[in-house]
């Protein structure tokens, strides 16, 4: 089983701060996405990362996926009230991309 | 709208009281998903179809059960739900590679 342990597990800060949330398996990924989720909604895509040290943007979001496809991170800058909720990561196991795993997740708050 | 509908979005049974969640996508889309979420455990896949009449196992498949007559419907069964399956459960489709569009769950208490 392909597993995808994410870090942290819970984040509370002020609004304007910067954050970085992390994404680490010990298998290869062929590629990883991002969700974010809102309470009572199921996850929203963000973005998808597919080539080794890839490093997306979209707005104050940047992601980057790790030269050996093993990590990603999610760095926000500036965050704000509503960046506040669940952010997973998610990827195809290996040999096809019928069977995906999501990990964990990170609850994000972002206090006013 | 493109959008995934599931039914219903809260459910209270009890313990051997067979149901279905019902899932409906309107964008054609070839593949669709079921995973439940669990806090501490994040989103597990239950089963997946890659088409009419193909489905298969995703990672947490023991007691449920699922249906792919037609394209836009994949239902997810439990024959004899038992409170082990109290969960938040999401269907999710799409085609190929492209985004992966999720419902809006349906959270379900078994007693």
């Known amino acids: 089983t392909q597993l995808l342990e994410q870090s942290p597990q819970f984040l509370s800060i002020q609004e304007g701060e910067n954050l970085t949330v992390y994404c680490n398996s010990s298998?290869?990924?062929?590629?990883l996405q991002w969700y974010r989720q809102e309470p009572g909604e199921g996850p929203v895509l963000l973005v998808t990362?597919?080539?080794?040290?890839e490093v997306k943007k979209l707005k104050r979001l940047t992601f980057q996926f790790g030269d050996a496809r093993k990590d990603s991170s999610l760095h926000i800058t500036a965050a704000q009230p509503g960046d506040t909720g669940l952010y997973l990561c998610?990827?195809?196991?290996?040999?096809?991309?019928?069977?995906?795993?999501f990990g964990t997740g990170t609850k994000l708050q972002v206090i006013p | 709208e493109a959008q995934v509908t599931q039914n219903p979005r809260y459910l209270i049974t009890v313990t051997g009281k067979k149901l279905t969640v019902t899932c409906s996508q309107n964008?054609?889309?070839?593949?669709m998903s079921w995973y439940r979420q669990d806090p501490g455990l994040g989103l597990r896949q239950i089963y997946y179809?890659?088409?009419?009449?193909?489905?298969d196992k995703g990672d947490v498949p023991e007691g449920y059960k699922v249906s792919r007559k037609e394209k836009r419907n994949f239902p997810l069964i439990l024959e004899s739900p038992s409170p082990n399956q109290t969960s938040l459960y999401f269907c999710?489709?799409?085609?190929?590679?492209?985004?992966?569009?999720f419902g809006p769950g349906t959270r379900l208490l078994v007693l």
């Open positions: 999710a489709s799409r085609t190929g590679l492209e985004t992966q569009y």
């Open positions: 990362v597919v080539t080794g040290g």
């Open positions: 998610a990827g195809p196991y290996s040999g096809g991309y019928q069977k995906v795993t």
């Open positions: 179809s890659m088409n009419v009449e193909v489905t």
């Open positions: 298998s290869v990924f062929s590629s």
């Open positions: 964008m054609n889309h070839e593949y």
